[in-house]
């Protein structure tokens, strides 16, 4: 893969010179869209931090977030509005909200399996220890060896 002849860089796209210079430095890179679930057709990122979960969907158009604080209060799923950066804001439902709705934790349990299984093939101890850590509180059945 790195036979590649300076000459022939030019001819490449700017991902796939991008992915080569990642590789190059070892470092690792997620496709886009990898922790993402749908939630009463609203798209949100299952986000972990230090074993716990929450769901965020990040807006510009405040249209868009009233639309989502909607689609998910008609699911009884209370979401609050936090600044993001950037001009943009984030629409979050907390582990509460996802341990609250069965069908919720259920869908982000698979969600963190996946997640799971990605952080160990990749040798994340830190990041493994810390969505197997979320998927305890959430009660979740993990088919994978705890560590």
């Known amino acids: 893969m790195f036979g590649v002849i300076i000459g022939d860089l030019a001819r490449l796209g700017d991902a ?29 990122t299952v986000r972990v931090c230090d074993g716990y979960v929450e769901l965020v969907a990040v807006y510009k158009d405040e249209a868009e977030i009233a639309r989502v604080l909607e689609s998910l209060n008609a699911l009884g799923i209370n979401a609050s509005v ?7 804001r984030a629409v979050r439902a907390r582990q509460g909200e996802v341990m609250r709705h069965d069908w919720v934790r259920a869908i982000v349990c698979g969600k963190l399996t996946e997640m799971l299984r990605e952080a160990l093939s990749n040798g994340d101890d830190g990041r493994s220890q810390s969505i197997d850590d979320a998927m305890t509180r959430l009660g979740c059945t993990n ?5």
Do not use: A, E, N, Q
């Open 16 to 44: 796939v010179k991008l992915r080569l210079l990642i590789d190059l430095t070892g470092m690792g890179y997620r496709s886009k869209g990898r922790s993402s679930v749908i939630i009463g057709g609203v798209k949100m």
């Open 82 to 88: 936090t600044p993001w950066g950037g001009g943009m």
């Open 143 to 147: 088919p994978l060896p705890r560590t």
